[in-house]
Nanobody
Framework: QVQLVESGGGLVQVGGSLRLSCQVI????????IGWFRRAPGKQRELVAA????????YYRDSVKGRFTISRDNAKNTAYLQMNGLKPEDTAAYYC???????????????WGQGTQVTVTS
């Protein structure tokens, strides 16, 4: 059984920065791929960024490229999402999730933490 704990969200002005953390609590040492998703009010959940188990392969959706950076510290079982240059359209609840990365790309399980809210004000 795996538990995901997101933190680091908050209220920030346009152009500001936040760093989200995703702690993975698991009884195994398996190195899952980790994805950061977000859901804005009235919209579907979307994948923002992802990183493979070894931290060597990343994915970013186009709207966050150059502004967001995903990373992980496997010794701490924690993944991060550094968000710079925040925009009002980044306002959403952010969630991390576990998955796999292979020849077909990323695939994620349907198991979610409580999320952390990011609100960007203009």
């Amino acid at each position: 059984q795996v538990q995901l704990v997101e933190s680091g969200g908050g209220l920030v002005q346009v152009g500001g920065s936040l760093r989200l953390s995703c702690q993975v609590i698991s009884r195994t040492n398996r190195l899952y791929a980790i994805g950061w998703f977000r859901r804005a009010p009235g919209k579907q959940r979307e994948l923002v960024a992802a990183i493979d188990g070894n931290g060597t392969t990343n994915y970013y959706r186009d709207s966050v490229k150059g502004r967001f950076t995903i990373s992980r510290d496997n010794a701490k079982n924690t993944a991060y999402l550094q968000m710079n240059g925040l925009k009002p359209e980044d306002t959403a609840a952010y969630y991390c999730n576990l998955g796999t990365y292979g020849r077909s790309g990323y695939s994620f399980y349907d198991a979610w933490g409580q999320g952390t809210q990011v609100t960007v004000t203009s």
